[in-house]
């Protein structure tokens, strides 16, 4: 049974940082393409950012130079560095598993989800 399980998220300042995780199990995770999505009130879910099962990484352009997507295989783990946050990084977070790393489409595992809110 897949597994998706985010942690990190919370309240922070306009320009702090915050560091999301995500705990996969019941699949090969070294063979799988890992992305984080999120989705804002009102808005479509969209990508931030995606890494391959090689290491290949895309981002979206509004999180270039803040945002650092990484993977450790050995702990079945993703992470999500969150620099200079804005209160347009708002919205709920998603881990995604799929198998292709082909990030135009929204496709393959997902967690539950974690609030991200940025504010003063």
């Known amino acids: 049974q897949v597994q998706l399980v985010e942690s990190g998220g919370g309240l922070v300042q306009p320009g702090g940082s915050l560091r999301l995780s995500c705990a996969a199990s019941g699949f090969t995770f070294s063979s799988y393409a890992m992305g984080w999505y999120r989705q804002a009130p009102g808005k479509q879910r969209e990508l931030v950012a995606g890494i391959s099962s090689g290491g290949s990484t895309n981002y979206a352009d509004s999180v270039k130079g803040r945002f650092t997507i990484s993977r450790d295989n050995a702990k079945n783990m993703v992470t999500l560095q969150m620099n200079s946050v804005k209160p347009e990084d708002t919205a709920v977070y998603y881990c995604?598993?799929?198998?292709?790393?082909?990030?135009?489409?929204?496709?393959?595992?997902w967690g539950q989800g974690t609030q991200v809110t940025v504010s003063s």
């Open positions: 995604n598993a799929r198998t292709e790393a082909i990030w135009t489409l929204a496709y393959g595992y």
